[in-house]
């Protein structure tokens, strides 16, 4: 299990520039005018973790598998998509499809780059897009709301009850112009029920400030400014640079990029940074199979069962659960290896009630 990320934002903000550099790819042409991306153009990218790559060395094994985050690259939207301006209808029935949104937001000047909206301001342009997520959602629930009160009355699907209750709560938490996001849930049951509502307002959002390539490593202003929207939103923000990105995923060794970083100040890349925001904002952890074939990450929803995290391998792994033998990845590290941990005391089983830890390394038993 990875994640899917939506990039979205206004027209030349560099959506696409960082879209090609996090993917290492040119499948999405980037220039300087609106609507060049008129298909969202998806990418899959492998997750960072140097646990993974030390674990691998301390076994010998022979390939690493990371874990994917898929990237869609979806047009910008301008002022009026919730009504169809600039394509926006198709555009917004893409975000629906994503698990969170990476909000790319201008926070750069360039006599250069022309603005859809002719000056910068990141706050602006926040809210030009929020605003049409908010009132494409507001749409969608009105329409819903008489529909779903149809079928109850006439004694079909009163099941639907539960959910027509989640929907008026939506509606006025929208109508009070804030996102689907802050609408108190009961319990699990009815997350899984917001979910299925594909709101477009209720996905985590990581806005990511694009800065110039000297504010890589300190953010500016404007960044500084986008960062205190996010925190009174509940989102996340992290500064980023296209251009810089962009470069990197030219260089060929890991040693290249590391140097390159170094020498702008920086200790990682915009893309673990994104990785590393939309992990916590849904709340996913990783936990690792690691053998003389592969050494391999899984990523699973924090608070997932052994048995649950086992089906994510495989179905079978999950039915015929028997136990989990478990080394914590610190054990796995400071003890050279399976061997050393069992050697000092740090392999246990684990049954079917223990609940997955990041990092855990796990060899599953099972029996079909």
Known sequence: ???????????????????????????????????????????????????LNNAAKI??????????????????????????????????????EVDAIVHVV??????????????????????IIDTELALADLESVEKRIPTMEKKIKGGKEPELAEQLDLLRRVLKVLEAGNPARDTE???VHE????????????????YACNVS???????????????AYAAKQGASSVVISAAIESEVAQLSTQEEKDEFLHALGLSSTGLTRVIQAGYQLLDLITYFTVGPKEARAWTVKRN??????????????????????TIAYTDYAAYNGEQGAKAAGKARQEGRDYVTQDGDIFHFRFNV
Do not use: W
């Open 59 to 96: 076994a010998g094994s022979a390939q690493i598998i990371p874990t994917t985050l898929e990237f869609v690259d979806i047009a910008g939207l301008v002022k009026g998509a919730s009504q169809g301006q600039g394509l926006g209808n198709q555009f917004l029935g893409h975000i629906r």
């Open 106 to 127: 201008r926070c750069f000047d360039s006599g250069d780059i022309i603005h859809v909206e002719g000056s910068v301001d990141p706050i602006r342009d926040i809210e």
């Open 213 to 227: 390539e000297d504010e890589a490593a300190t953010g500016n202003a404007l960044s500084e400014k986008v960062a």
């Open 191 to 206: 997350k899984v029920l917001m979910k299925q509502l594909q709101l477009l307002t209720s996905k985590p959002i990581v």
């Open 304 to 325: 997932t069962k052994a048995p649950q995290a086992a089906g994510e391998i495989h179905g079978d792994f999950e039915r015929g659960f028997i136990c989990a033998e």
């Open 185 to 187: 849930l009961k319990d």
């Open 1 to 51: 299990m990875g994640f899917r990320c939506g990039i979205v934002g206004l027209p030349n903000v560099g959506k696409s520039t960082l879209f090609n550099a996090l993917t290492s790819t040119a499948a999405a042409e980037a220039a300087n005018y609106p609507f060049c991306t008129i298909e969202p153009n998806v990418g899959k990218v492998g997750v960072p973790d140097e646990r």
